[in-house]
């Protein structure tokens, strides 16, 4: 039995060995990599990722690249089959927050507070 508890023991402590030998810092600096961007005249924007203000959010401080946008139905389908792609388009991409910018769209048939969505 004792002999038992030593073995376990022994194994015990070549796993830890071996677990603390893999997480060991590398004392290779060599292998490592300094990466520094070039300057930029402004900060770094998150092109298309994270950050996506609201189109009506008012004045945005901080660079992004997507804006993002509530639309109802209706504003696309004024009457059943009579789609208004184009004029919601111009509408919309000409604000001056979306203005050159990717749009995500969220269209909605019903929304807390606000009228019907549906055409």
Partial sequence: MGNTKKSGAKALLAIWASTLAS??????????AFVRPASAPGPLDNPLKGYCPYVTAGEIHRPYSMSFLYTSWKELEPTEGNYAFEAWEKKEWSHPR??????????????????????
Avoid at 23 to 32: F, I, K, R, T
Avoid at 98 to 103: D, R
């Fill in 98 to 119: 979306a203005k050159g910018k990717h749009l995500v769209i969220r269209v909605y048939a019903d929304y807390p507070k606000k009228p019907s969505g549906l055409p």
């Fill in 23 to 32: 997480v060991a810092p590398a004392e290779d600096h060599q292998a490592l």
